[in-house]
């Protein structure tokens, strides 16, 4: 079947901008992760969903990163008022309880803040 | 807390040579998954292969193979016959088997060059 997809690829925005990424698991997948891959930082985890709702956002940076999950499903991570050091590559990653919960990685969402 | 250590930054293999790549972690849990995932230029995370700690056995998938040693916490990973395609940063990560899913946490990666 299809694997995780994202949206956009590559998003160039202007500080203090609102952006919006998306994500779009494995079909019948029930868990949900946002990850964020810096230069400085490596792989950070951000929010983490088990259906609908958020049992560990332990990872969101400030209260300008703000996530949610309709229908089971898809997922958008929303950073408001944009700064540089946001600037990074937004991973999201789904699983099921099937294979250990192992985690499907998407391509991934450059932003680049200007 | 848990952490993943990879101290190797980069390392280059000869195509069609054998190499391991080292990682170590730090946890007080006895339950748990270990991971490794390739990402290649492209960005996108591909699962390479799976440990689960309760398991002795260590896993096996084509050309690769880990090296699991609970006891000393260590997880390295073995690509014999290495290819060109091999060539990409290469993640160690630690999950929790507490709860049915739980984050991952990642080791700074290494970045693996293979030589024609």
């Known amino acids: 079947g299809a694997g995780v997809s994202q949206s956009p690829s590559n998003k160039v925005t202007e500080k203090g901008k609102d952006v919006e990424l998306r994500c779009d698991p494995i079909s019948g997948h029930t868990a949900l992760y946002w990850y964020r891959q810096s230069l400085g930082q490596g792989l950070e985890f951000l929010i983490y969903?088990?259906?609908?709702?958020?049992?560990?956002k332990s990872g969101l940076p400030s209260d300008r990163f703000s996530a949610e999950r309709t229908g089971g499903s898809v997922s958008t991570l929303t950073i408001q008022r944009t700064q540089q050091e946001d600037s990074a590559v937004y991973l999201c990653?789904?699983?099921?309880?099937?294979?250990?919960?192992?985690?499907?990685f998407g391509p991934g969402t450059r932003l680049t803040v200007l | 807390a848990q952490t993943v250590t990879q101290s190797q930054p980069e390392m280059s293999v000869q195509e069609a040579e054998t190499v391991t790549l080292s990682c170590t972690y730090d946890t007080s849990e006895s339950d748990y998954y270990l991971f490794w995932y390739k990402q290649p230029p492209s960005r996108q995370m591909i699962l390479v292969i799976r440990q689960e700690a309760y398991k002795q056995q260590n896993a096996t998938e084509n050309r690769f193979s880990v090296n699991f040693q609970k006891a000393a916490k260590s997880f390295s990973l073995k690509i014999s016959d290495s290819q060109l395609g091999d060539a990409a940063m290469y993640f160690c990560?630690?999950?929790?088997?507490?709860?049915?899913?739980?984050?991952?946490?990642f080791g700074k990666g290494i970045t693996l060059s293979v030589r024609p």
């Open positions: 990653a789904s699983s099921s309880l099937r294979y250990s919960g192992t985690q499907y």
């Open positions: 969903f088990q259906g609908n709702s958020a049992p560990d």
């Open positions: 990560a630690y999950r929790s088997q507490t709860g049915a899913n739980s984050k991952l946490t």
